[in-house]
């Protein structure tokens, strides 16, 4: 019942920086909890940053404090990820995702039921 929509990603070199962003559209006033994961070729997907939706409590992964900045303009259901420093670790496919409820830790993917269709992020050394 919500579709998500990303843009941003591109291949840039280590050090430079990208902005992502994702609309969501549909039931969006169910939503709990909206943020972003990446998945490097081979690997799991893993937590990035996300919003508590209503209070606006971020939330980030150890390895992107102070490097990523995730946003919101919450009238717009739209959320932005701000991405600095970046490197070749990094490189990944970026993926926007709504949880409509508080079943899960905010990090962990199986909270979160619906998914965009990811950006991919290429960090070259």
């Known amino acids: 019942q919500v579709q998500l929509v990303e843009s941003g990603g591109g291949l840039v070199q280590a050090g430079g920086s990208l902005n992502l962003n994702c609309t969501a559209s549909?039931?969006?006033?169910?939503?709990?909890?909206m943020g972003w994961f990446r998945q490097a070729q081979g690997k799991e997907r893993e937590f990035v940053a996300a919003?508590?939706?209503?209070?606006?409590?971020?939330y980030y992964e150890d390895s992107v404090k102070g490097r990523f900045t995730i946003s919101r303009e919450k009238a717009k259901n739209t959320i932005y990820l701000e991405m600095t420093t970046l490197q070749p670790d990094d490189t990944a496919v970026y993926y926007c995702?709504?949880?409509?409820?508080?079943?899960?830790?905010?990090?962990?993917?199986?909270?979160?039921?619906?998914w965009g269709q990811g950006t991919q992020v290429t960090v070259s050394p």
């Open positions: 995702a709504v949880s409509d409820r508080a079943m899960y830790h905010w990090a962990v993917p199986d909270g979160y039921q619906y």
């Open positions: 919003f508590s939706w209503n209070g606006g409590t971020t």
């Open positions: 549909g039931r969006t006033q169910t939503t709990y909890r």
